[in-house]
């Protein structure tokens, strides 16, 4: 017997792998009805004693027809055949493989037919898909609606939201569970799951499809201690009609509070309007408040309208009016949580929310606890307004004319030195252009070029001819919008740099 190496004599015994496959493993197959698809299925033929003819399908959809000369498959779905298809090959006693290969409604085909199963029509190019049932045709009052979500169907209720969106011809909606079986989604924005409601963000005037979802994710890292506000793209369909893009998003609300630990019995305020200034005049007037909580709308708390309902509210718009120096000083901590409420100028200052100062916000205040911050509504950031104009990246704004929050701690000292040290650390972390350029990138391609198109043959034509906007002649396609949005975020660090 021959003496073992070193090493050898530990050596495991050789395992018998098998012989190598011969099908092909491949990831999901997408295309639209209509168009052609050839699947290669055998991939090694020279594996031993195995040929195209041993490849058995248990079943294929209409139409589609494999070819054991090449070992190929050979699919044109019909105009009826949107859903995605799990095809399995099997060489018998030997082994087997899946083939997933979605089909997308052709929607824009003249002669198009309904999706004939929306519960075998969970993903569309891998996006998720949400099928809406009847659509919401109000703002005010919730009807049931049933909700189809990758297949899975839920009894609910939908309402439309939004005001400047509720004019596009695509609409903003919330979506309501019971709360025996809320909304899950445990594989996008890191598991966004246990929702009573859910908002899904019209992306009609947001050629990049992705300024809401960016502006929230900054916000989110600017500090974790921030109420975070989870966001993801999807597919919506009202009932058969392709509607496109959407972002999927936390409703904010008594929940949300809840699930982050702040309680869910206080008071929650969104601003609707730049009266919502903490000031005692309106916006851009000389003319007093008939109520000093004007510009601000009532969303969860007891009582929710009448005598006290905005108490709470009223004392801090007045405190931040009437209070000395020293007095503002002293309390302001207590009152709110001021880290917070500084990120707010931050942000808005860094993405350009001309929209973002003075509305479009939550205030949540817990009896006992300090008012809480939370931004909404990001379609006039990164380079454009509110109604798509390009913005420079060289025009700033500290935006006290529109937010007296904003005027008094610009005014005082110690809040200001704050403000610079928390601006300096943002702009040398969560703010660097290459980060935010990352997760710009990484959000866009998060939306397939096919998806993209689909979405821009729908409602290209009425996004440039919208009366909000339709003098611009600077469209551009959604790549070219992203290139914008990179040299746009680059210009703006160099900007706010200077500054800080």
Same mark, same amino acid.
């Given at each position: 017997m021959t003496d073992a190496g070193p090493g050898e004599a530990d050596a495991a015994p050789a395992i018998d792998a098998g012989p190598p496959a011969a099908l092909c493993q491949s990831g999901p197959q997408w295309l639209s009805e209509g168009e052609t698809l050839t699947l290669a299925v055998l991939c090694n033929q020279d594996a031993p004693e195995v040929s195209g003819e041993d490849v058995v399908f248990a079943e294929l959809p209409a139409g589609a027809s494999y070819d054991p000369a090449s070992g190929s498959l050979s699919w044109t779905p019909g105009l009826d055949q949107a859903a995605v298809y799990d095809l399995v090959a099997e060489i018998p006693g030997r082994e087997s493989a899946h083939f997933t290969v979605g089909v997308a409604d052709a929607w824009d085909q003249a002669d198009n037919l309904p999706i004939v199963d929306r519960n075998a029509y969970p993903l569309e190019y891998g996006m998720p898909v949400f099928f809406l049932s009847p659509p919401a045709e109000s703002r005010e009052e919730y009807a049931f609606c049933t909700i189809t979500y990758r297949g899975v169907d839920h009894d609910a209720y939908c309402k439309k939201r939004g005001r400047t969106s509720f004019d596009f011809p695509k609409n903003s909606y919330t979506l309501k569970f019971p709360a025996a079986a809320p909304f899950d989604e445990p594989e996008r924005a890191g598991g966004f799951v246990d929702k009573r409601k859910v908002v899904l963000t019209t992306t009609f005037d947001d050629v990049s499809y992705v300024r809401h979802r960016l502006a929230f994710e900054l916000w989110n890292q600017l500090d974790p201690a921030h109420v975070q506000i989870q966001t993801y793209p999807a597919i919506v369909y009202l009932e058969d009609e392709f509607w496109g893009i959407y972002n999927v998003t936390d409703h904010v609300d008594e929940d949300l509070m809840r699930q982050q630990g702040l309680g869910g019995d206080g008071h929650l305020y969104k601003t609707i309007s730049h009266d919502a200034n903490f000031r005692a005049t309106r916006h851009r007037s000389d003319a007093l408040k008939d109520s000093l909580a004007e510009g601000f709308e009532k969303k969860s708390g007891e009582p929710e309208e009448g005598p006290g309902a905005f108490d709470d509210l009223?004392?801090?718009?007045? *405190?931040?009016? &009437?209070?000395?120096?020293?007095?503002?000083?002293? &309390?302001?901590?207590?009152?709110?949580?001021?880290? &917070?409420?500084?990120?707010?100028?931050? /942000?808005?200052?860094?993405?350009?929310?001309?929209?973002?100062?003075?509305?479009?916000?939550?205030?949540?205040?817990?009896?006992?606890?300090? #008012?809480? *911050?939370?931004? =909404?509504? *990001?379609?006039?950031? /990164?380079?454009?307004? =509110?109604?798509?104009?390009?913005?420079?990246?060289?025009?700033? !704004?500290?935006?006290?004319?529109?937010?007296?929050? /904003?005027?008094? /701690?610009?005014?005082?000292?110690?809040?200001?030195?704050?403000?610079?040290?928390?601006?300096?650390?943002?702009?040398?972390?969560?703010?660097?252009?290459?980060?935010?350029?990352? $997760?710009?990138?990484?959000?866009?391609?998060?939306?397939?070029?096919?998806?993209?198109?689909?979405?821009?043959?729908? #409602?290209?034509? !009425?996004?440039?001819?919208?009366?909000? #906007?339709? !003098?611009?002649?600077?469209? $551009?396609?959604?790549?070219? &919008? $992203?290139?914008?949005?990179?040299?746009w975020i680059a210009e703006r660090w160099t900007r706010i740099d200077s500054l800080y």
């Open positions: 009223i004392d801090l718009v007045s *405190f931040a009016i &009437e209070a000395d120096d020293d007095t503002f000083l002293a &309390e302001i901590d207590t009152r709110l949580a001021l880290d &917070e409420y500084i990120d707010w100028l931050i /942000f808005v200052t860094f993405i350009a929310g001309d929209d973002n100062a003075g509305k479009n916000s939550y205030h949540y205040h817990q009896s006992g606890g300090p #008012w809480r *911050f939370v931004p =909404w509504d *990001f379609n006039a950031t /990164f380079g454009q307004n =509110w109604q798509t104009f390009r913005r420079s990246a060289q025009d700033y !704004e500290n935006y006290t004319s529109l937010n007296h929050l /904003f005027e008094r /701690f610009l005014a005082l000292p110690s809040i200001s030195a704050q403000i610079d040290a928390r601006y300096r650390a943002a702009l040398d972390g969560v703010l660097q252009p290459e980060r935010v350029t990352a $997760l710009l990138d990484q959000f866009y391609a998060d939306v397939p070029a096919a998806v993209r198109a689909r979405d821009q043959r729908r #409602w290209r034509d !009425e996004f440039e001819s919208f009366d909000y #906007w339709n !003098e611009r002649d600077n469209f $551009l396609s959604p790549d070219e &919008e $992203l290139d914008y949005m990179r040299t």
